[in-house]
């Protein structure tokens, strides 16, 4: 069972519990509003239902309410910046505002945003730079609990460890593509056990290692304490992905990369190396909008296959669901909404 909230109902509850646990008005609006777009865009895995963990985090110390970035190496077109902890929704916009700043100045900004706390949807972020007439690239780790185990591999090694890009299109909406490296986010399997549901096979392994369809093993212990782990997305292509992610994102940026033994810290740290280009400055402006346009025009003339509803775009069911959610409401299982009203009593706020 579950219920439905309109989207203004739940920016108003996210935050008031993000203030409550120490976040400034604007803080904590900026995080409510970016939790609820992952929900009405069709992402319940990074929407409100992160709100406890969120709260788990600040009262243990690894997340910092009013943390604001700073700035490491400023090189012009190549920037170095660390997130202090901070709320990845406010330090992630702040990063990308000034990289964007930049390859609208010199034509091209290389960013490494190391220790944000979660930055949510990528995907976001990506949608930041299209909205400028900019492309993006976006590498991101997470230093959290190693929920993804290596092709081959018996356990947890890595996070879900997300890749996106951006590409505006003249005159229509952009290509925003944005997935997890593991077959599905681990925010997914939160949503499927909260709801009492199984998942389909071959996403999911047990704490031994074997094949399951319960995705509660890696959302509680099992016995003995241990978790099962999802699996990469496409075989050894979705896991050297995340690999790439892991050592761009993590490595590169200064951020670090996971190589410990799992803890039970609630933090889900962040790192993401970005590539940001500015097609006007780069000389290719006309070119890059007509064949582009006529590559996307190329894709949709393809015959749709049978029992699917035709070629689509990255970024076109997101926008869908933004359209319905706006209209009909985001629902929440019941199992969600009692987290986010337990959350809001640890710090003090009254949720209706």
Same mark, same amino acid.
């Given at each position: ?26 803080? /904590?609006?900026?995080? /409510?509003?970016?939790?609820? %777009? =992952? ?12 709100? *406890?963990?969120? $709260? ?52 091209? #900004?290389?960013?490494? %945003?190391? !220790? ?5 949807? $990528? ?25 993804? /185990? ?10 879900? !460890? ?11 909406? *952009? ?28 996403? %999911? +392994? ?38 790439? #992610? ?17 803890? =039970? ?9 970005? +590539?940001?280009? !500015? ?23 393809? *015959? ?8 689509? %775009? ?28 337990? =959350? ?7 949720? /209706?």
């Amino acid at each position: 069972m579950g219920q439905k909230f309109s989207a203004a109902q739940l920016r108003a509850t996210v935050s008031s519990i993000v203030k409550a646990a120490g976040s400034s008005d604007e803080e /904590a609006r900026t995080v /409510a509003d970016n939790l609820v %777009l =992952a929900n009405l865009s069709g992402h319940d895995s990074h929407g409100v239902g992160m709100v *406890p963990r969120y $709260i788990d985090a600040v009262l243990e110390g690894g997340l910092k309410p009013n943390a604001s970035i700073a700035v490491k190496l400023d090189g012009g077109s190549l920037l170095a910046i660390d997130g202090q902890r901070g709320y990845g929704q406010v330090v992630g916009e702040q990063a990308m505002q000034m990289g964007i700043g930049r390859a609208q100045e010199s034509g091209s #900004c290389v960013l490494a %945003l190391a !220790n944000a706390h979660h930055l949510g949807r $990528i995907g976001h972020f990506a949608e930041m730079a299209v909205a400028k007439g900019l492309v993006s690239i976006h590498f991101v780790n997470v230093q959290s609990r190693p929920v993804v /185990a290596p092709w081959s591999g018996g356990d947890g090694r890595f996070g879900t !460890n997300p890749f996106t890009v951006g590409v505006p299109l003249a005159g229509q909406e *952009p290509f925003i593509l944005d997935f997890a490296t593991s077959r599905v986010a681990q925010g997914k399997m939160r949503v499927a056990h909260n709801k009492g549901v199984q998942v389909e096979p071959g996403i %999911l +392994i047990d704490e031994q290692g074997r094949p399951t369809t319960d995705p509660g093993v890696v959302v509680v212990p099992q016995p003995g304490g241990f978790f099962g782990a999802l699996l990469p997305f496409g075989e050894h292509k979705g896991y050297g992905m995340a690999v790439a #992610c892991e050592l761009l994102g993590g490595a590169l940026t200064g951020g670090g990369t996971w190589h410990r033994p799992a803890d =039970a810290k609630r933090a889900v740290i962040n790192g993401m190396f970005t +590539i940001i280009v !500015n097609p006007a400055k780069l000389g290719t402006q006309a070119s890059f909008e007509s064949e582009a346009l006529a590559f996307v025009e190329w894709l949709r003339q393809s *015959p749709p296959a049978p029992d699917t509803d035709g070629v689509r %775009l990255a970024g076109e069911p997101e926008r869908q669901a933004r359209r319905e959610r706006e209209v009909g409401g985001i629902e929440l299982d019941d199992q969600t909404w009692s987290e986010i009203v337990a =959350a809001g009593t640890k710090v003090g706020a009254q949720v /209706a």
